[in-house]
């Protein structure tokens, strides 16, 4: 079965700029979720799907990050404007469904510099 | 806010040794538990999980330990090899939360 996809790997961008990262859950997997990993630490979630819903956002910076997931499949998550410290991995993981007990898939990342 | 953390933050084995690799957590309220492997430039990657009626799992050269009563989580790893050799996390959901809380990870050296 193939795995989670995002795009790009990398991305390189200055501060104020924008930027957005795409990701393609595992087909059939109607939870996707969107971490945030900075260097040296384990991922936080910032955003959690359920289909094309939003179950919990909490961690979301509002005020300059947004993802949406408008047709229940792929998700996009955008950075405007970008700051210093988003220099991070994100990743986007899914699973077949939420909650307690689910194993989460995790796609390979996209590493965003920001100078 | 309560979270998952690790004792060590790395661990040099050699090849063919037993690792152990342990986790503290702190919310009571946690009832699922994961380990996962990460490796350089990837995403991480499920290893072994185990829910809080259950003190211990053994899979493939892998068994997790939980101990609830000091809140205590650990991976050990038999007959490590250089594949081994990640950064390795523990996570946790509380009941009825949808969040998979990480902690910081512990990297693993595998020494030839």
């Known amino acids: 079965e193939a795995g989670v996809a995002q795009s790009p790997r990398y991305k390189i961008i200055e501060k104020r700029q924008s930027v957005a990262f795409w990701c393609n859950p595992i087909?059939?997997?109607?939870?996707l979720y969107w971490y945030q990993q900075i260097l040296g630490q384990g991922p936080k979630l910032l955003i959690q799907?359920?289909?094309?819903?939003?179950?919990?956002d909490s961690q979301l910076p509002k005020d300059r990050f947004s993802a949406e997931r408008l047709k229940g499949v792929d998700s996009t998550l955008k950075i405007q404007p970008a700051k210093l410290e988003d220099s991070a991995v994100y990743l986007c993981a899914s699973s077949f469904f939420g909650g307690s007990g689910y194993e989460q898939y995790f796609g390979p990342g996209t590493r965003l510099t920001v100078t | 806010g309560e979270s998952v953390g690790l004792h060590l933050p790395t661990l040099s084995v050699q090849e063919g040794d037993n690792s152990i690799i342990n986790c503290a957590y702190s919310n009571s309220a946690s009832d699922y538990f994961i380990w996962y492997k990460q490796e350089s430039g990837k995403g991480p990657q499920f290893i072994i999980d185990?829910?809080?009626?259950?003190d211990k799992r053994q899979g493939q050269r892998v068994t997790v330990l939980l101990n609830k009563t000091v809140k205590h989580l650990s991976l050990q790893i038999a007959a490590t090899q250089p594949g081994d050799s990640a950064v390795y996390f523990c996570?946790?959901?509380?009941?009825?939360?949808?969040?998979?809380?990480f902690g910081k990870g512990t990297k693993l050296s595998v020494i030839p």
């Open positions: 087909s059939g997997h109607a939870t």
């Open positions: 799907f359920q289909n094309n819903g939003v179950v919990d």
């Open positions: 185990i829910r809080s009626n259950m």
């Open positions: 996570a946790e959901s509380g009941a009825g939360s949808y969040q998979l809380t």
